[in-house]
């Protein structure tokens, strides 16, 4: 997989974009500005976590409508645990917003990501919106890109070309990190936009789809943001027709809205802080994919094994242990171990003379663990990051 | 509270104990022996991890009949995913030992700790039960406690004296610890001997509820091993009356068992390799002390959190997020923070200048963390370990 470290320079027909500096982060731009006219269909998916920030509030019921004619996003403050002024916040700041555009303010979703715990100078993001509104560009698809970030290393973006119904369609995503990344910021924001025609139900559809294999599949800290935010916005404009759900364009579309996220994920992880390893963790012969997934997060979320990753030790014995506490059936008997392509425990024993060879395929950047129940044919996947010296350091140090 | 760094001297009428090197750790004991003349009326707690080790199946089995007459443990190796092999040296081992003390293999329990995924050597392993059993001495209890070690800094033993009926009896506990102190052989071990004189009902019944406010109640790093393993074994020698469940008399006993364990429970975390702050997390108006516990542990096992213990940093924000992740109902906008005595946030808001005092106090090796949820009367609580960098570069640099 290529993974772009600048941001792509893309248009997408039907939205301008805008990423301005107002001074909520230290340095760089921290204002960005999503516009799409006339309104998108859109669709979005948000943190489980049940202390959602106040954006995270106001945009899923701001989502309901299922069409959007902005997104605003702030970085630097996250507007979490800020209680009812930062509901005000968000609610004056996405006002103004749907002033400047001329367009109703339900239809301007608000996201942020940054501290936790402290109110944001509203003053001076209104000062923002201002500046971002009057800086709206088709191509300012970057400059919103790096608006977004916060501790991350490049921006993180992503585009799929597609055909649907004879016309060419650009499925374009970008996102920031959580967790490793952004340890007092933990937060993933992730913006899809197309200028594909599609029905609201198959964008609903193709996002939850797309997340539920990739941004939902990572493991950077195990911690869930009371921000995380992903949005799909359609803007139609490619002049499709317009795709329904469950068909096989809505299959298509669903695919690329896949790889891309897929790509943003990969980039979340290699970009955490103090992450120098990047580990698949594949269950195969669950119950249930349910299963499979549990046991593959719990070996991802797992300090233990994540000790283990960054250490480059091939310790199965702890992976075994992780998959044990998953909370779901395994039969320790059963169970086989590969680390890089090298089988290490078969039927839940150590192969004799599998470690060397397995060490060294654990040292790579990129590794591969793969757990066989032997107990069905369900089968997930999570994508994990070690937990290194760094990671402490950076996350220990930082001081409200 | 006092923590004793030496292993208490004691001697429990009805125990005889031993500890001997038998070569399974690098250096020193590692191989203990308790051994209950007649037997004691016996009860264990063991790992819920759902891949035990093979001294915890055989354990688990041999518990059924409520008496012990002895145990035999081993430090070093965990016998933890060995399949089948593993049962066969847990069961050879153990009915050595029944043969050297002319007691019937089913009343002997094998526990194990230490480095898991490799075969025990069985051969060195019954020579150490043999020099074991020569060596059993009623004064042998510090000995044990220091064979149970594995990276332990020092044996880890508490006790007790009360009067039942009229006669003294005493509850000495030793232990070792988990994750921390103990990553390539992530194991809680505690053993419980008492001279008391219980029915079996009541020895369960104590146990249970001693090892959830205490030993269920300690993050060390949120994994659970593959050989935790809980034992109380009543020799009856004190000569009281015996403890029928639910009288007075099991209340005192009880606490006993409990303030044996909280202590072992501590000494088990401030020993954990890497901490450097122990971090008490009270969660208060809770739906019910259930809801409570999972909040605490929510915060507990957070590495985001634990960092910021780390780190000395008051960072609530954190610990609402954490709470967020529970997965029980909260209502951000009720929650009350206090650090060390210090308001840092009412009713979900940040409370303006607290921010400086409490660091202070999050600073101090102590620190106890009190969350108000304003939902309801439940309660529980949860001592965590931060995470240090010591924690990732022991467990990320040894190699298996």
């Given amino acids: 997989m290529k993974l772009a470290r600048r941001a792509h320079r893309v248009r997408i027909a039907g939205f301008r974009f805008a990423g301005v500096r107002c001074g909520l982060k230290t340095r760089g731009p921290d204002v960005a500005l999503v ?15 049940r202390a959602p920030a106040a954006p995270v509030q106001l945009a899923r019921r701001r989502l309901l409508g299922g069409r959007l004619s902005a997104v605003l996003v702030h970085a630097g403050n996250a507007n979490a645990c800020t209680g009812r002024e930062g509901l005000r916040t968000a609610s004056v700041a996405t006002a103004l917003v749907g002033r400047l555009l001329g367009v109703p303010d339900d239809e301007v979703a608000p996201c942020a990501t940054g501290r936790i715990g402290v109110q944001v100078p509203r003053a001076r993001l209104l000062r923002g919106v201002r500046v971002a509104a009057a800086a709206l560009r088709p191509d300012g698809f970057p400059a919103a890109a790096q608006a977004i970030t916060t501790t991350d290393a490049f921006p993180k973006t992503a585009v ?13 995503a970008f996102g920031k990190g959580a967790g490793m ?12 936009v ?6 609201r139900g198959a964008a609903r559809r193709s996002l939850t789809a797309a997340v539920e294999g990739t941004l939902n599949a990572i493991s950077v800290d195990g911690d869930t943001s009371t921000n995380d935010t992903v949005l799909l916005l359609a803007s139609g404009a490619a002049g499709n027709p317009r795709v329904a759900a469950g068909s096989g364009a809505h299959l298509r579309l669903t695919r690329a809205v896949t790889e891309v996220l897929e790509e943003i994920a990969r980039l979340v992880v290699l970009d955490g802080e103090g992450t120098t390893r990047l580990v698949e963790i594949l269950v195969r012969g669950a119950r249930s994919a349910t299963d499979a997934r549990r046991v593959a997060r719990a070996i991802g979320d797992s300090m233990l094994c994540k000790t283990a990753f960054h250490g480059g030790d091939p310790n199965w014995g702890r992976f075994v242990m992780a998959a044990g506490n998953a909370g ?5 008997e059963r169970v086989d171990v590969t680390i890089g392509g090298v089988a290490v425990a078969r039927r839940g024993r150590p192969l004799p003379g599998a470690l060397g060879k397995a060490r060294a395929r654990m040292r790579r950047r990129e590794v591969r663990i793969v757990l066989d129940l032997h107990l069905g044919r ?9 937990l290194s010296l760094a990671y402490v350091r950076f996350n220990a140090e930082y001081t409200t």
Same sequence: chains 1, 2.
């Fill in 35 to 49: 516009v799409a006219e006339p309104p998108a269909v859109a669709a979005g998916v948000f943190t489980t976590c």
């Fill in 328 to 332: 779901v059936p395994i039969d320790q």
């Fill in 181 to 192: 990344i952004a340890p007092r910021m933990a937060t993933l924001l992730v913006f899809v």
């Fill in 160 to 172: 799929r070309r597609l055909r649907l119904g004879g016309r060419r369609v650009t499925v374009a």
């Fill in 378 to 386: 369900g089968e997930g996947r999570i994508v994990a990051a070690d």
């Fill in 194 to 199: 197309t200028d594909a025609s599609v029905s």
